[in-house]
């Protein structure tokens, strides 16, 4: 399960209107979500808060052999008024990583739109995010500064201050450009003088404009050119069943003078899919031989199901690697006896209403189940009671006799 500082992230991108399933790092999210999960070790509290629709606040207090906790602030200058911060109205798809079912393609906005003038002076500023962590007893710090700088652009740097880390920290920056069509991204670390490049491309039609370009005149008695080229745009083709995306990227470390490059492919289908949602990859790393291959189906809105087959052409060793995601939803009340009449006067009911307004809030909780050849089980139930949020699961190893138990823990959020 999410923390609260990556779900107020999340909003802060979709509030911005930044893609973040369109980049090569996020070409096997789906694979990932729901076969890589991490189950909770010991015993671990989180209590957060959105104290306004700019600042928000995280402190957690753990147990693993010995008690130690993190402090956690976060700023947004983009205000996320919107955004449910209590855990009890928290949407459980948003926290939970899963099968993502991604959407079309949305052009960005023409960077004009962002302008904004006052007596003839631009008076618009650039979204930003900080974000801040500091664990104890270790007093190590992490920080994130984040800035839209175009509406195609977004600049990421993360920080890590540890006396235990060579050079006592390191810096990773991030230039990210998004043009829908494609993505691009420039890495650098100072650890080792690392550059790299990402680069994605979704082949298939472009997609359409996010604004139209000229509108109808509002006055039906006057025939301007604008509305043969706002009806002309009018006629939108179909849109796209699927998405075909290829992807790689190339990294270098001056100071180690070593380097890595991979490739990846990925097939989804979209929203305007009739059959089941699924998603297929396949990634090769030639230089250490390593080929991924990947198929996630989405078989109801409850279940999804998800494979991975992992082959190395140097050394032929194989894994294969299954897994499950099964939601479940919360009861609902018994009814009162004058439905029936209210059925014959044409009225919806009450619980129906309820269910159109908010179809995916009605969800108790999510089992995630894995298994791989080696005899490894991982098991995890995440859901809510009341006002908390809960994560508990066990890892088990089939083959590993007496200690068959590696790992055990419940993990409880709060927020408000």
Known sequence: ??????????????????????????LTATSRGLLDFDTPEGLRFHV????????ASSYTLGSIGLVDGSLSYLYSSLPLSTLASKSSAVDLHHLIPGYRQLQDLRQPDEPWRWEVWQQGKRVDQREALLYGRLFLPRSTLEALYLRRLTPKTQLKISCVSDSRLPNGGTILAHLQHDAAKHNTEYIYSTDSALFGVHGLYNFGPDPPPAHPPFEASPDPTISTANEAVAAAMAQVPESPHGRFSAGGEIYYGLLNKSGGISTGLRFTTLPSHTGFPYTMTLT??????NLSSTYSVLASPLLALSSRFDFNVYSYESELQIGTELWRRRSKPISDDLDWARLKMGQELISDLATKQDHQDDMAG?????????????????????????STGVTVDLKGGENMIRGFGLEVQYSS
Do not use: H, I
């Not at 957060?48 to 600042?55: E, I, R, V």
């Not at 090769?284 to 031989?289: A, R, T």
């Open 366 to 390: 999510c089992l995630k189940a894995r298994l791989d050849q080696r005899g490894g089980v991982g098991v995890l139930w995440e859901g809510r009671v009341k006002e908390l949020l809960y």
């Open 1 to 26: 399960m999410l923390g609260f500082m990556d779900y107020v992230q999340n909003a802060f991108y979709e509030a911005s209107g930044w893609s973040r399933d369109n980049s090569y790092g996020t």
């Open 48 to 55: 957060s808060s959105l104290s306004s629709p700019n600042f």
């Open 284 to 289: 090769l790393n030639p230089l250490m031989g």
